[in-house]
């Protein structure tokens, strides 16, 4: 990453902490496995499970539940939406492609419901039949915050026996999570999200979901996931985790004031733009500009050669991005869909970041303007 | 539009395709000191129409990746850039089109024209950069009069036939890096740079179409419908499987087997859906004519010398003739053989040279004969 870069797409990735770093540093990178009898595995041994404790800390979890660490939340949630196969589901239609991919491919019957849905409609869509529901608590495209608790608790009421999934990657850190009060029986989390490696996640399990491996091939994770644990990845997630909840009511607050900072400096430089309201509550973070006349995809490219980092939906292998299904899904058309950036701050800019960085913006769409692309 | 009313830094995107050619025209700027950034075009959509393989095209997943690597292996940013409307615009519905009146297109003149000089340009404008590089076989001198496009020192590799389209506005914040080198000197740059790419095969033919043009068209749904082929008096001598297979002058491919003499295309009647094939000698003509002319060198134009000598490349792999150039006043060009006459085929570009056969003057297409 360019250092002078300033990085507004922290969703994407938030970027390591320098906590992090640094503690990972002072521990050392060389960690022998876990699970060896002797001292070396003693010492990561303990680096696992003091990184547990955080993590179940950062997530609201209580005694009885359970934090399985995993190669990221993709694997997270590929492994709660395993115990629909062969069964039915029920999703937002707003979800992350790592829980709708594998819903639509593992044999599952899934239904996926647009957002702006009440919880009573989202339950109308269950039956005795429906094995796992999925309900993301933060949309990473957009931010807006679903309503998971009311829909679960419905849910719980009505078909007890149905698993309930909930993708918190984009909550961690960003809002109050208590895992024990939102009425799920599981939880996805995302290390490097909240400021830790790539390559490390978690999911919380409520003790009633019974142990069902998906990578199968050890004992470890009380047997809910094979393979070696990550223990640097791991440890990294842990020190994360413990400083993002103790500081999680002054991250919350930073990232307010420098989000409305920046979308005030936005609206009173740059004519003819505007920021999407979709009618949810949102994260304090994240927000979705509109800037009509413009690709938002070469508005990311001529920010990025100006030193500034957003995105614009997703972006996929063929190297052409197609229009964000969230977005769509939301009730944007595809035009306007296109021209839709997408900004995700930290809890850590400085004033003076976010007017050089709403500076940037404003130079670089007055430019595309004056070459005057239409999408 | 000028670059001058925008505030752009000097920043070069250099066009790759994932070829050595591009390649090593990146890491010669970059060597050079300009601020490089490489962009891929993404003209076709693979998903819906292949797959990842690059063995017969240019531009799928597998050459992005290259480029992407190349770009990484030299220090440069590097995207892969949304053009498909443009491209299915201006390339792809003119090649259809083209075909279906019984005329061989051009794609590659349509894609230079219209994508890569324009779109790409105001495509690089828009992200702030001044100039446009490709790894084009062509040179530009600039003298007093303005900007020259002249061929490639690799008369093998020359391409500047694909880009008579080019205006002077264009040439002035355009670089062609490679025009200076032989093919086999770009290999060793891109070998000694260590470049993924120093010993990837060219691609060949039209970069979107990966087996016939017959496969191509059915694909996207334009049907051939099989017809008669016909000799000079109106006779059907045989049967042919799409009119969009022929181009006007060619031998080969006719089907037309035991004649005493080779048979050759000598006319596409899409109207009867007819391919007339006659002698050699049935071809020849005095003249031909040329439309939608783009003047290229400062010094030749509408406003200049109405008739002049040049050197005539009909074809991509055409050694070029010499012809006598009148200018008409609705601005298409006469061109009458001088010496030896060529083959001639209606909506190739004719593209005129200077006598040293070095500089290109004008090109334009070939009409159809009356």
């Known amino acids: 990453m360019s250092k002078e870069a300033i990085n507004f797409d922290r969703n994407a990735s938030y970027g390591l902490l320098v906590e992090v770093a640094g503690e990972l540093h002072r521990s050392g990178l060389q960690h022998l496995n876990p699970s060896s009898i002797h001292s070396g595995g003693q010492e990561a041994r303990a680096l696992v499970e003091e990184a547990r404790e955080r993590v179940g800390i950062l997530v609201g979890a209580s005694g009885s539940d359970r934090v399985v660490f995993t190669s990221g939340a993709t694997e997270a949630n590929n492994m709660a939406v395993s115990l629909a196969r062969e069964g039915k589901a029920v999703c937002s239609a707003i979800e992350h492609p790592s829980v709708l991919e594998p819903l639509r491919s593992f044999g599952i019957d899934v239904l996926e419901i647009a957002p702006l849905f009440s919880p009573e409609a989202f339950l109308d869509a269950c039956s005795e039949e429906t094995k796992v529901v999925s309900l993301m608590l933060a949309n990473n495209e957009t931010g807006v915050i679903l309503s998971v608790k009311e829909t679960a608790s419905l849910i719980r009421k009505h078909y007890p026996n149905t698993l309930i999934h909930c993708d918190a990657v984009q909550a961690a850190g960003k809002m109050e999570l208590v895992f024990s009060e939102l009425g799920v029986d599981m939880l996805t989390v995302s290390s490097h999200k909240i400021g830790g490696l790539a390559g490390t996640g978690a999911l919380v399990v409520s003790e009633r979901v019974p142990t069902k491996a998906f990578i199968v091939g050890g004992p470890q994770e009380t047997r809910w996931r094979g393979g070696t644990e990550n223990v640097l990845g791991v440890a990294a997630f842990g020190v994360a985790a413990k400083l993002v909840h103790s500081q999680l009511v002054n991250r919350i607050q930073s990232m307010e004031t420098s989000t409305e900072k920046f979308e005030q400096l936005v609206l009173n430089s740059i004519s003819e733009v505007s920021f999407h309201d979709f009618g949810y509550q949102k994260i304090p973070n994240t927000l979705n500009l509109h800037v009509p006349g413009v690709v938002a995809d070469d508005l990311v490219v001529a920010l990025d050669l100006a030193g500034l980092y957003v995105s614009s939906g997703a972006a996929c292998a063929s190297g052409k991005p197609d229009p964000s299904h969230v977005l769509l899904a939301l009730g944007l058309n595809e035009k306007v869909a296109r021209e839709t950036l997408r900004v995700s701050l930290g809890a850590e800019h400085e004033q003076s970041e976010i007017e050089l960085a709403a500076k940037l913006l404003s130079e670089q769409i007055t430019n595309m303007r004056k070459v005057r692309r239409s999408a | ?370």
């Open chain 2, 1 to 370: 539009m000028s670059e001058e009313a925008l505030d752009l830094q000097e920043k070069v995107v250099v066009a790759m395709s994932g070829g050595v050619d591009s390649s090593v025209a990146a890491l010669l700027l970059h060597q050079q000191g300009y601020p490089v950034v490489g962009v891929s075009m993404q003209v076709w959509d693979y998903r819906n129409h292949g797959g990842q393989s690059s063995k017969a095209t240019c531009c799928a997943p597998d050459d992005f990746t290259d480029a992407r690597k190349v770009a990484a292996s030299i220090g440069v940013p590097y995207y892969v850039v949304d053009f498909e409307k443009s491209f299915r615009r201006e390339v792809i519905d003119k090649f259809v089109a083209t075909y279906q009146r019984g005329e061989t297109p051009n794609p590659c003149v349509d894609c230079n024209n219209q994508v890569k000089f324009r779109e790409l340009r105001e495509r690089a404008f828009s992200f702030g950069c001044s100039s446009v590089a490709t790894g084009h076989f062509a040179q530009i001198e600039e003298r007093d009069d303005g900007f020259h496009l002249i061929r490639g020192v690799d008369s093998n590799k020359d391409q500047t036939y694909f880009l008579y389209g080019i205006q002077q506005e264009e040439l002035k914040n355009t670089l062609f890096p490679v025009g200076g080198y032989t093919k086999s000197q770009v290999r060793e740059l891109a070998e000694q740079a260590g470049l993924t790419t120093a010993n990837k095969p060219e691609s060949q033919d039209i970069c979107f179409v990966s087996g016939s043009v017959k496969e191509f068209l059915v694909k996207i749904g334009k049907k051939s419908s099989t017809g008669a082929i016909l000799d000079r008096n109106g006779q059907q001598i045989g049967e042919h499987d799409g009119i969009s297979n022929f181009t006007v002058g060619q031998r080969r491919g006719i089907g037309v087997g035991g004649t005493e003499i080779p048979l050759y295309v000598l006319e596409l009647d899409a109207k009867n859906n007819a391919v007339i094939v006659g002698a050699r000698e049935d071809l020849e003509r005095e003249s031909f004519t040329v439309s939608e002319v783009n003047w290229v060198s400062p010094e030749y134009g509408p406003s200049k010398t109405k008739s002049f000598k040049a050197m005539a490349q009909l074809r991509h792999r055409h050694q070029g003739v010499l012809v006598q150039v009148e200018l008409l006043e609705d601005g298409r060009m006469e061109c009458s053989f001088l010496e030896d006459w060529s083959i001639v085929s209606p909506g190739q570009a004719a593209v005129l040279y200077d006598l040293d056969n070095r500089e290109l003057l004008a090109g334009g297409r070939i009409q159809r004969f009356n």
